[in-house]
């Protein structure tokens, strides 16, 4: 925020920083002057006592509604007889004079005593921006500790999806371990196979011989009829 807007109000621009209040309207902070406040705010206090209406307005019986804004008076507060029933199109100060003003705009260089119906609506503008910010803080409030919850909840999802990676990634590590020790053994097998497949050659071909180290050619279920043959004739 500048430096200018800190000692004049955001409303109306007039620059009397010592008489400006903080407060929250429609859901932004703003920093106006006591008129402004309760112009802002109609419905909040009386215009004529500047009675605040802390919980509750008065009862029907003893009020009277501004026909042109939700402005709500005393009944005792509001003057002539021709207004002072519940049926009468009343009108509130403000809606009866368009450059009406609860608070004397004076110049910064003028004499700051204030008098007692300004005095009055100073206060009632304070006790307004007072309860707006105590709202204001409230809510804060509940949406830091909202998002305080969702924060630890999102933590506490992170450190879950964490845990589930990790589970996940050790399973996937201890199934390749698995498939490389079937693979190695698979290869084993292979080997060995292989070598009992050459071994089996060999002592094909080491049985295809003759005794005289020369090749037959022969089967050997030939060569075994041949020797059957040859034991019968010595016989």
């Not at 110049?107 to 300004?118: F, G, L, M, Q, V």
Request: glycine content about 6%; proline content about 7%.
């Amino acid at each position: 925020m500048k430096r200018d807007h800190l000692s004049e109000c955001g409303g109306c621009g007039s620059r009397r920083p010592f008489f400006l209040c903080n407060l929250r309207l429609r859901g932004i902070y703003r920093r106006l002057c006591p008129s402004c406040v309760l112009k802002n705010h109609p419905g909040s206090f009386c215009p004529v006592c500047f009675e605040v209406y802390s919980d509750f307005p008065p009862p029907s019986h003893q009020r009277l509604l501004c026909f042109k804004c939700p402005s709500i008076s005393h009944l005792a507060c509001a003057g002539t007889p021709a207004n002072a029933h519940p049926g009468a199109r009343y009108q509130c100060p403000p809606c009866s004079s368009p450059n009406f003003s609860f608070f004397s705009n004076a110049r910064p260089n003028s004499n700051p005593a204030i008098d007692r119906e300004s005095a009055l609506a100073l206060v009632a503008a304070c006790r307004i921006a007072s309860a707006s910010m105590n709202k204001a803080a409230a809510v804060a409030r509940v949406e830091a500790e909202r998002r305080v919850k969702e924060a630890s909840l999102a933590r506490k999802r992170a450190r879950e999806a964490l845990e589930r990676l990790a589970y996940v990634a050790s399973k996937d590590k201890d199934s390749k371990v698995v498939a490389a020790s079937v693979a190695a053994d698979h290869r084993t097998k292979s080997t060995r196979d292989a070598s009992a497949a050459v071994s089996s050659q060999k002592r094909l071909k080491g049985n295809n011989l003759g005794s005289n180290g020369v090749f037959s050619g022969r089967p050997v279920s030939v060569q075994l009829q041949h020797s059957q043959i040859n034991n019968g004739s010595e016989d």
